[in-house]
């Protein structure tokens, strides 16, 4: 389940890297045509930090 270009991204950017919710929204939308909500990627990544 940690295997997603959601996670991977987001361990890569937000943790790693210190970016924003923001900058990782335009990231994702610009490389994988994703177009994600600011609180579920913060949802995601409080999951992300359980585990």
Known sequence: ???D?????LRTYFVEKGKTI???QRYL???Y???MDEKLL???L????IN
Do not use: D, G, Y
Request: a positive charge; zero cysteines; glycine letters at 0%.
């Open 5 to 9: 270009i959601i996670a991977q991204t």
């Open 46 to 49: 409080q999951n992300l930090s």
């Open 1 to 3: 389940m940690n295997h």
């Open 22 to 24: 923001q900058v990782i």
């Open 42 to 44: 913060e949802k995601r």
């Open 33 to 35: 045509r994703l177009v």
């Open 29 to 31: 939308r610009m490389k």
